[in-house]
């Protein structure tokens, strides 16, 4: 029989005993949860006073239809809201573009204007909820509607609490939902993140994103190392600006894939802390306590979820969710098991939060943090974890950072190389999915959520009854405002938000940027 490895091709031994640790003293090098650097958790008490954040991510149909379905996971004990905006939104389009036909509403909520954004948010506190947004092109204009809404409800921007993703380098390593060359969209994230710092304290304005690196192919390791790599740039890039970084570093905030290799994720998860901790204190010299912290989100590996016997994914994600908690998670996303066939439905969204929330109440792991701590196995994994990040990120810093890296091709390249891999080792039966390669059968295919086409029809509808009723004088001024100091060097999420307050359209504003910016072309490397 062949030596087994970990998804990230890790070698794993019969046996792993006292030896391992020989010469390394634990206590010092990972000191207690809550301490630097923190790969046990950054809080002393684990989730014995508070658990993590449930935070299911949710989006369909009409900003009316996505309120409902806000409603119902909080009337169920979500804590926190999560929003998917449909590819349109993503893309920077309006619905009654002729590129968005077809797709309006189907794969999260469509959101055209801060008309949508208000339906989206009617009836909700916005100085009661934390709302992650996860949107990145047009990330700008979208936390610009969901301060407008803040103002319109009296909240002052200082309460207002949540997370936007905005994480652009990458979109061009794995997801490609990019318009602008780099340059000009980097300026835009660092344009958010320091509105943020000055204006919106309590608000986490971006959400540097693994998990788009992970689904798109890469291992463990790659995920780790290139997520840190992005942070480590915005980093730079943001000195660079003249801020310092105990103004900001606070916060930044990270989002992680979580798939199925059960102790590898939590190693991953601890590696991350640790070497965020040992970066900003020792590259970059942060002072404060809480920059050295990595705050993360982690979201169960839709990659991982099979369309044959979907009700396996009840048990995968369950697994998954129980790796996340144990490897010091702040907040989590339970995927639902028929999101490998269409968006979930009502009763398999409730399953997933159900899922959190047996974890939390039922299994005992919150009694204490870092119950893993100290393994020999997760020990031993967590430290090469991290010294294969470590070499992948020199890589990275050698190319001469993030943007000469991904025009060099290096980043494709990587993640092509692993999932060409993964699909080989999966063909030969090395790796084995469950009802897929191994114990397949047929199964009854479960009800899914069907989106009608007049979804896409009414939305329209009600954007061009939008732009007949605006005031067209005042939004073309806006308009000109954001053309002018787009050529210029002025922070543009003020000319964003007067844009967004006369009801301009995510269109239109991805349009004005456009005509200053450019496009830059899909990476055929």
């Known amino acids: 029989m062949s030596q087994p490895t970990t998804l990230s091709g890790i070698p794993v031994d019969m046996e792993y005993g006292p030896e391992r640790l020989a010469g390394r003293d634990l206590l010092s090098e990972l000191g207690r949860p809550g301490q630097f650097p923190y790969a046990r958790g950054l809080k002393g008490s684990g989730y014995r006073v508070n658990y993590w954040t449930m935070r299911q991510f949710a989006g369909h149909k009409s900003a009316k239809d996505t309120n409902e379905r806000f409603k119902y996971l909080l009337s169920h004990g979500e804590t926190g809201l999560s929003t998917a905006f449909d590819l349109p939104t993503l893309m920077g389009l309006d619905s009654d573009d002729p590129r968005s036909a077809g797709e309006v509403g189907r794969e999260g909520v469509a959101v055209d204007s801060l008309a949508d954004m208000e339906a989206l948010f009617s009836g909700i506190d916005l100085a009661k909820v934390s709302t992650s947004m996860t949107i990145n092109l047009p990330a700008p204009v979208l936390l610009a509607m969901y301060l407008a809404v803040a103002k319109k409800q009296g909240v002052p921007f200082k309460r207002v609490r949540g997370t936007c ?18 340059e000009p969209s980097l300026r835009l994230v660092l344009d958010t993140i320091e509105f943020c710092v000055r204006e919106v304290p309590r608000f986490y304005p971006i959400s540097i994103s693994g998990y788009h690196i992970r689904e798109a192919g890469a291992d463990a390791a790659q995920e780790l190392a290139f997520t840190l790599g992005d942070g480590r740039e915005y980093v730079e890039r943001l000195l660079a ?16 894939d979580v798939h199925n290799c059960f102790f590898e994720e939590i190693a991953k998860l601890r590696a991350a802390r640790a070497i965020w901790a040992r970066l900003m204190r020792e590259e970059f010299g942060a002072k404060k306590e809480i920059s050295w912290m990595l705050p993360m989100h982690c979201q169960t590996a839709g990659v991982s979820l099979t369309a044959q016997q979907p009700l396996n994914n ?3 994600v369950a697994y998954q969710a129980l790796a996340a908690v144990l ?3 702040q907040s989590l996303h339970t995927n639902s098991f028929d999101e490998a066939l269409a968006l979930p439905t009502d009763e398999a969204v409730m399953l997933a939060l159900r899922t959190q929330q047996i974890i939390a109440h039922e299994t005992g792991v919150a009694d204490t943090p870092d119950p893993f701590g100290g393994s020999y196995y997760l020990e031993s994994l967590t430290a090469e974890m991290e010294r294969r990040a470590g070499e992948l990120m020199r890589r990275i810093k050698e190319l001469g950072g993030v943007v000469p890296a991904l025009e060099a091709g290096f980043f494709h390249r990587e993640i092509a190389e692993t999932a060409y891999r993964f699909e080989q080792d999966l063909g030969a039966r090395r790796r084995s999915i469950v009802g897929v390669n191994v114990h397949a059968a047929d199964a009854k295919p479960p009800a899914i959520l069907k989106i009608e086409a007049h979804v896409e ?43 967004v307050e006369a009801y301009g359209t995510v269109g239109e504003i991805t349009a004005a940027l456009k005509e200053t910016f450019g496009e830059y072309p899909v990476f055929a490397g």
């Open 165 to 182: 993703q905005t994480d652009i380098l990458k979109e061009y390593i794995a997801q490609n939902e990019y318009l602008f060359p780099p």
């Open 241 to 256: 600006r003249g801020l310092q970084v105990d103004d900001f570093a606070s916060q930044l905030s990270f989002f992680f």
């Open 314 to 316: 009840l048990v995968r």
């Open 327 to 329: 490897g010091g998670t």
């Open 457 to 499: 029809e009414e939305q329209v509808e009600r954007l061009r009854a939008l732009r007949a009723g605006r005031d067209q004088a005042r939004l073309e001024a806006c308009l000109g405002r954001l053309r002018r100091e787009a050529a210029g060097r002025e922070n543009l999420l003020p000319a964003i938000l007067e844009a």
